[in-house]
């Protein structure tokens, strides 16, 4: 498989704790029931299917943790762990509204696989299972105008000092246009606002280059300007993890998890096109590491960027993910 070479290797190999860094991958699909796409992961990886519910399998056997495979509907997944109660009224009136809210919401709602945090040497493994779920009939974000399916990953930070944090979120503003671009965003995806831009003014802030706060100041300021989940760079689960409190003192959105990784929100999932892969969005995400680990390259495209935000006719009319390919990014 020639996209199995593709992965760039990122300039930091070791997490916090100086162990191997780790990613989780989520993919959005439909075209495969949940059992179809259980028992291909099974097989390929030689895992074991358990049964949390109608609508959730949990796959066990992997030395890296569980993977899930399960349709992205909150509501029917809580419904489909409960049984229904046999010959009685209030169980078929029960059993009928589930089926009515399946057949509803399945055209919609997509399949989701999540994978356990791999060490990056294993994302390879992740493309492998692109390539056969593509090959048994996965559709993805393009097939129908409804799909609003995307891929999130979510890298480990390499540490927790805050100015390695502040680093890799002014080289994500300062790349964020580029990467849309190559994202080629679906409108479903757009529409549905599930991975929105950052705000303008939380932008210039974080681009001057004197802003280095310490990660409370970091925290405070994130949460200010961005107190929601749906940012293409999610950093809600990461603050939690850092500082529970603090980020809880502003939103009690349930859904957020603590954990010590980038939740990158962004790419669309087109996993039925035989070019495209993880290592797509992948790469894409090495290059802001890239440029977060290089300082005064970082500093000096920080007020490139200020300088086009600051004339009008630029932020109109210019190029600024064009002028990001000729003179900052390093791949394309």
Avoid at 3 to 10: A, D, G, I, V
Avoid at 70 to 88: Q, S, Y
Avoid at 155 to 165: F, K, N, T, Y
Wanted: proline share 6%; glycine share 4%.
């Amino acid at each position: 498989m020639a996209e199995l070479s593709k992965l760039r290797t990122p300039p930091w190999q070791q997490n916090a704790e100086g162990g191997v860094r780790r990613c989780g991958v989520e993919i959005e699909m439909n075209g495969m029931s949940l059992d179809q796409v259980s028992d291909l992961i099974s097989q390929l990886m030689s895992l074991s299917v358990k049964q949390d519910g109608r609508y959730e399998r949990r796959l066990t056997g992997d030395s890296a943790g569980d993977w899930i495979v399960e349709l992205d509907f909150d509501l029917l997944k809580k419904i489909g762990r409960r049984e229904h109660a046999v010959d009685t009224l209030s169980g078929e009136v029960s059993e009928s509204a589930e089926a009515l809210l399946k057949t509803v919401s399945l055209p919609l709602v997509p399949l989701e696989v999540v994978s356990p945090p791999l060490p990056l040497s294993r994302l390879d493994e992740v493309e492998q299972l692109i390539v056969e779920l593509r090959n048994a009939g996965a559709r993805g974000t393009s097939d129908m105008l409804t799909n609003a399916f995307g891929m999130q990953f979510n890298p480990e930070i390499p540490s927790q000092d805050a100015e390695l944090l502040v680093a890799v979120l002014k080289s994500f503003l300062c790349l964020y246009e580029w990467l849309f671009k190559r994202a080629q965003i679906d409108l479903a995806r757009r529409v549905t606002l599930f991975a929105e831009p950052f705000p303008k003014d939380y932008v210039l802030k974080v681009i001057d280059p004197e802003y280095w706060p310490d990660q409370s100041q970091l925290i405070d300021d994130y949460l200010r300007f961005n107190p929601t989940r749906n940012r293409a760079l999610d950093l809600l689960p990461l603050f939690k993890y850092l500082d529970a409190p603090r980020v809880a003192g502003k939103t009690q959105d349930v859904l957020i998890k603590a954990r010590p990784t980038w939740h990158y929100r962004l790419p669309n999932c087109e996993i039925d096109r035989p070019d495209w892969g993880l290592y797509r969005a992948w790469n894409d995400w090495v290059e802001v590491e890239q440029l977060a680990s290089d300082r005064k390259r970082l500093n000096d495209c920080c007020r490139d960027y200020q300088q086009f935000l600051a004339r009008p006719l630029d932020r109109w009319f210019g190029d600024w993910a064009g002028q990001l390919s000729k003179d900052w990014v390093q791949s394309s």
